[in-house]
């Protein structure tokens, strides 16, 4: 359209990734600040990236059954409005609504609504984009997540220092502005279908391949590994740790998050040179290393330095088993990526979610009786999350080709 190429419709996918980073992670910065100021408990905070992920993977169903009618870019649209306009939500509602949870949830619905739009479409526009080396560009495209959680974390943590944490509220309305300008940049980029129209698997034939059952749980485990850790680091840092809030948002989410990215970049780099498969198997093995060292660790330092090498462990595990299961089922067009991302989701919401439950579970135990030693205990029961990747890429290797 006009003068764009497809290196533009490239940055508008890398600035897609950057707003799905905004509404993924600017809420959690805040979650001290809700629990003192609206009087939240940790199962109530875990309720709202309940809600976020809940949300996203009925947004990824929607977006994997009827993006192909309405067009994808109607769809990517709708995304970037709903993600602007529930962060400017995310700043009023709690105001205005007499009940201020309520606020904050319905806010989450509606710029989760547009993250899981994202997740489902910008995978397939930029595997459908011209391109040799098809797993780089994926895990490159993924790193741009990683430096948006990157710039949010550092740019909130720096304006809260300024502005104070009462007025915390001016955040999300500043953070709108980033949707806004790619809602202008989708409307003129072009944009190719991922599989040319009726060629690609129907659900009854992609649901029969056997290896696709096992991408679906590799990518549960994927999200819930990722933002079991990631949710909790800034609460776990300040309230298990004993670390002031600025020191453990640096070390804890922000080091994460450059981890992340470092490590999808350097694969979107060099990664054709590696098979994405044993890529997987490691960085399982080295998360589950990781989930230990923060949680068991008698040194806040080292405790810290876990949460963020965890950053490391998790970067491949999404964009890796997309490419992989791209790789394997060529044909598994838009409702194949849609259904990744909506297990992607679910354990995006049911890790967070079930280290929330467990800590309140021990916290009020006649064993652990605290609050800090209970979210210890509920991180650590969900490590079990890299185990199941480590079980799955071992049963994926077992099966035979094409299976």
Known sequence: MGNYTYRD???????????????NNLAPLLFVIFQEQYHLTYEMVGRLILINFT??????????????????RSAVLIAHLCCAVGLICLSLLPWLLPSSYLGLAIAVVIYATGGGIIEVLVSPIVEALPSDAKAS???????FYCWGQ????????????????HRWYLLPCLWAIVPLINLYNFSHVPLLSPVPEGESLSGKQLLKVRGFWLALLLMLSAGASELSMVQWSSLFAEQSLGVPKVLGDLLGPCLFAVLMGIGRTLYGWYGERIRIDQVLLYSGILCVFCYMITVFSPFPMLSLFGCALCGLSVSLMWPGTLSLTAAN??????????????????GCSLGPWLAGVISDIASQSAIVGSSSVGLKVGLGAVSLFPALMIMG????RKLPANE
């Open 9 to 23: 419709t490239l940055h508008a996918c890398y600035l897609g990734y950057i707003t799905q980073a905004i509404v």
């Open 55 to 72: 949300t996203q993977i009925i947004a990824d169903i929607l977006a994997a059954r009827y993006s192909d009618r309405i067009g994808y």
């Open 137 to 143: 560009a994926m895990s490159l495209l993924h790193s």
């Open 150 to 165: 990157v710039g949010v974390v550092l740019i909130t943590t720096l304006l809260l220092k300024i502005i104070g944490s």
């Open 329 to 346: 089922i060529p044909k598994g067009g838009t409702l194949m990526f849609g259904l990744l991302a909506i297990f992607g989701d679910l």
């Open 393 to 396: 890429i071992f049963a994926m």
